[in-house]
């Protein structure tokens, strides 16, 4: 079965950090650009990160810019968003996307973008 399975949620205090996985089976994520996207209740989706193929190329949103680092380890199938300084703001269902993007220099968190592979979240709770 071809997949995305986010893991590595839970529930954090303010300041904290969390590490998320996101792991494909089924097919290999070496030429698929990576993106992380979030989703809090009444709120539409947003991009948080992503990273192009070759992982030379990471994009941020603003808001997490400083705190959140995208990583990917393709001999693993994995790829990583490790999020520290954690608030409030960032509670919200996270969801990885594979988008197969073979040599793009670079990539854009685009929530709208036609992804091939999506998954199904982890819920991420900042609260004290």
């Known amino acids: 079965q071809l997949q995305l399975v986010e893991s590595g949620g839970g529930e954090v205090q303010p300041g904290g950090s969390l590490r998320l996985s996101c792991a494909a089976s089924?097919?290999?994520?070496?030429?698929?650009?990576i993106a992380w996207f979030r989703q809090s209740p009444g709120k539409e989706r947003e991009g948080v990160a992503c990273?192009?193929?070759?992982?030379?190329?990471?994009a941020y949103k603003d808001s997490v810019q400083g705190r959140f680092t995208i990583s990917r380890d393709d001999a693993k199938n994995l790829v990583y968003l490790q999020m520290n300084s954690l608030k409030s703001g960032d509670t919200a269902v996270y969801f990885c996307?594979?988008?197969?993007?073979?040599?793009?220099?670079?990539?854009?968190?685009?929530?709208?973008?036609?992804?091939?592979?999506r998954g199904q979240g982890t819920r991420v709770t900042v609260s004290s």
């Open positions: 996307a594979a988008g197969w993007a073979p040599f793009a220099a670079v990539c854009a968190p685009d929530p709208n973008k036609r992804y091939d592979y």
């Open positions: 089924g097919f290999a994520l070496n030429y698929y650009a």
């Open positions: 990273v192009n193929y070759n992982g030379f190329y990471t």
